[in-house]
T-cell receptor, first 115, second 110 residues
Framework: DVKVTQSSRYLVKRTGEKVFLECVQD?????MFWYRQDPGLGLRLIYF???????EKGDIPEGYSVSREKKERFSLILESASTNQTSMYLC??????????????FGPGTRLLVL | GQQLNQSPQSMFIQEGEDVSMNCTSS?????WLWYKQDPGEGPVLLIA?????ELTSNGRLTAQFGITRKDSFLNISASIPSDVGIYFC??????????FGTGTRLKVLA
């Protein structure tokens, strides 16, 4: 079974703090993704990475950066947290080879509250 | 960003009833996925579809990849209380990117 884990289930941070969200997958997947999920807006892609040290902007990258130093780990960084970044953050991973391998598997999510 | 049209947005059903929901798009997709999300949890993959016309089952769940490749359907037969949750569709566009539906919130009345 694919397992995607996220470092925290709940986080409370203050405005202006630097926040790190960590995601680890154990299936040797090439692709990793960060989404945020907000009521009425569904899942929106922040960044994704298709290889170590490679990254691509998603639909809403402003205010975020990412790091992929190792294949299994993909970090989302909020350089200076703001209240409008309060959200549920979901990490996902997928393999690259063949259509059936490109299915995305999600972690349990990190609910972030910025005060 | 682009989103899929998913309907219905929410539904109440009686235990034992069958449920149908669908996703439509103006774009063609080459993969459709269906997920279920429980409150406070991440989405869990239910069914994956890779070919137009494909019909795939997973227990009481059946999903179909529309012939036009612009839609997909999910059916749940004989619903039970633990079917409660939000169901999302996702269509694959490009090499890596998925577009997600806005979700169907299902509530089952015992």
């Amino acid at each position: 079974d694919v397992k995607v884990t996220q470092s925290s289930r709940y986080l409370v941070k203050r405005t202006g703090e630097k926040v790190f969200l960590e995601c680890v997958q154990d299936m040797d997947h090439e692709n990793m993704f960060w989404y945020r999920q907000d009521p009425g807006l569904g899942l929106r892609l922040i960044y994704f990475s298709y290889d170590v040290k490679m990254k691509e902007k998603g639909d809403i990258p402003e205010g975020y950066s990412v790091s992929r130093e190792k294949k299994e780990r993909f970090s989302l960084i909020l350089e200076s947290a703001s209240t409008n970044q309060t959200s549920m953050y979901l990490c996902a991973s997928s393999a690259s080879q063949g259509a059936k391998m490109e299915t995305q598997y999600f972690g349990p999510g990190t609910r972030l509250l910025v005060l | 960003g682009q989103q899929l049209n998913q309907s219905p947005q929410s539904m109440f059903i009686q235990e034992g009833e069958d449920v149908s929901m669908n996703c439509t798009s103006s774009s063609i997709f080459n993969t459709w996925l269906w997920y279920k999300q429980d409150p406070g949890e991440g989405p869990v993959l239910l069914i994956a579809l890779y070919k137009a016309g494909e019909l795939t089952s997973n227990g009481r769940l059946t999903a179909q990849f529309g012939i036009t490749r612009k839609d997909s359907f999910l059916n749940i037969s004989a619903s039970i209380p633990s079917d409660v949750g939000i169901y999302f569709c996702a269509g694959k566009t490009g090499t890596y990117k998925y577009i997600f539906g806005t979700g169907t919130r299902l509530k089952v009345l015992a």
